[in-house]
Every structure is written in C-alpha cells, then in structure tokens.
Nanobody
C-alpha cells in the first residue's frame, strides 16, 4: 500500500480558492491512478476527481467541472487538487486515495482504491 498525507485544507469564503496537496510514500506512486474524494457531515464519501498514473487522463464529478483541477508530480510523489470558485456545498473532509490496479485508468468507484489518507477539512463560508 501507499501512505498518503493530505494538507492544504482550511476555511475560505465562497468564491475563494484552496489548493490541496497529497504526499505519497511507499509503493511506487507513479504507477497508479489516484483520486480525490470528499465526505460532508452525515453524508457518504463521494468521488471528486481522478487522474491516471501519467497525468494524461482526468475525471471530474459534474459539480466541480470547470472549478477544480487535479494534477500530479510523480517525481515528487505528490498530487494536487486546485479548487477555485468554492461554494458552501464544497464543505467536506477531502481525502486522497490511490487505486489498486497498476496503470489502470482513473475510476470514480471508491472500491477501486486501496490506500487512503487521513483527510483534510475544507470549510467554505457563505
């Protein structure tokens, strides 16, 4: 498995921006697709965005398209989620995760991921 640590969360006003980072160690991070999920209080964890092992293929949940951008730097074992035009409904704990299948495409299904970070809180005030 891969050890993941998220950072970059915080409190921001609606319309603002945050950049989440995910630091990876352990298994060869650069050979696996990874994704970002979020979980709001009292709700299930939901897919936000995913990126292929080489960064060439990305996937976004409809509500974040055009506002969020996922990226990765395999040389640094890092992944990022740039979040712009934030809305109160974006408030959640955000988790990064790495998929279980070598060189697979990014997936929106949580069961395709076998390594998870501890999460970082994002709070957007209105």
């Amino acid at each position: 498995q891969v050890q993941l640590v998220e950072s970059g969360g915080g409190l921001v006003q609606a319309g603002g921006s945050l950049r989440l980072s995910c630091a990876a160690s352990g298994r060869t991070f650069g050979s696996y697709a990874m994704g970002w999920f979020r979980q709001a209080p009292g709700k299930e964890r939901k897919f936000v965005s995913g990126i292929s092992w080489d960064g060439g293929n990305t996937l976004y949940e409809d509500s974040v398209k055009g506002r969020f951008t996922i990226s990765r730097d395999n040389a640094k074992n890092m992944a990022y989620l740039q979040m712009n035009v934030l809305k109160p409904e974006d408030t959640a704990v955000y988790y990064c995760a790495v998929q279980r299948n070598l060189y697979g495409p990014p997936s929106s299904n949580w069961f395709m991921y076998d390594s998870w970070g501890q999460g970082t809180q994002v709070t957007v005030s209105s």
